[in-house]
């Protein structure tokens, strides 16, 4: 019971293709975010959701779209994939500022 | 500048050694997170703190919030605690966080 769950765990996408990564949790956590992890720049902030339906932009949004259409589940869409957004996804959960983070265990995208 | 710095960024050491990683920031925080990443492998959360020390098994972390400065310790170090090592501090009042670059410690037997 992880808690919180990422899929798919890896992927291979061609140029130009949408994608959809997955974000599931069973915290009832009202903080969900997605991060990308590329060498050289650790982890950024791509989107980050604050309840069902509100969602702000990280520092490294662009080309990037999310959902959150119920708490347990935000969704992390690349509308037309580049070899730039090759990287590492993460997900993370929280209960608020004065608690800690939970991650996920990352999904591997490769765009060809 | 970044936000958060870490030093170092790669640190090798003997098995039964203590380490050191330090972590200074540039911005008022609330707490400060540390986190654990294994090669390949996800990332765990080891400390949150907004003051004093915490301790958790042979990891101890220390916050210093005058001078926005914070240490992550092992002791007795073993090949198992090879990772990456992350500090982490919210943006202030935004319920966001900025991570330090990480440093790589190795820990050969």
């Known amino acids: 019971d992880a808690g919180i769950t990422q899929s798919p765990r890896h992927k291979v996408t061609e140029t130009g293709t949408p994608v959809t990564l997955r974000c599931h949790q069973t915290?009832?956590?009202?903080?969900m975010y997605w991060y990308r992890q590329d060498p050289g720049h650790g982890l950024r902030l791509i989107h980050y959701?604050?309840?069902?339906?509100?969602?702000d932009k990280g520092e490294v949004s662009d080309g990037y779209s999310v959902s959150r259409s119920k708490t347990e589940d935000f969704l992390l869409t690349l509308e037309s994939a580049t070899s730039s957004q090759t990287s590492v996804y993460f997900c993370?959960?929280?209960?608020?500022?004065?608690?800690?983070?939970?991650f996920g265990s990352g999904t591997r995208l490769t765009v060809v | 500048k970044n936000e958060v710095e870490q030093s170092p960024q790669n640190l090798t050491a003997q098995e039964g050694e203590f380490i050191t990683i330090n972590c200074s920031y540039s911005?008022?925080?609330?707490?400060l997170h540390w986190l654990q990443q294994h090669p390949g492998g996800g990332i765990v959360s080891l400390f949150m703190?907004?003051?004093g020390k915490k301790k958790h098994g042979r990891l101890i972390a220390t916050i210093n919030i005058q001078e926005k400065h914070s240490s992550l310790h092992i002791t007795a170090s073993h090949p198992r605690d090879s990772a990456v090592y992350i500090c982490?501090?919210?943006?202030?009042?935004?319920?966001?966080?900025?991570f330090g670059q990480g440093t790589r410690l190795t820990i050969n037997p």
């Open positions: 993370a959960i929280s209960r608020g500022r004065d608690y800690g983070y939970t």
């Open positions: 915290e009832n956590h009202r903080y």
């Open positions: 959701s604050y309840g069902v339906k509100d969602t």
């Open positions: 911005v008022g925080i609330s707490a």
């Open positions: 703190l907004s003051s």
């Open positions: 982490a501090v919210p943006i202030q009042g935004a319920q966001k966080l900025v």
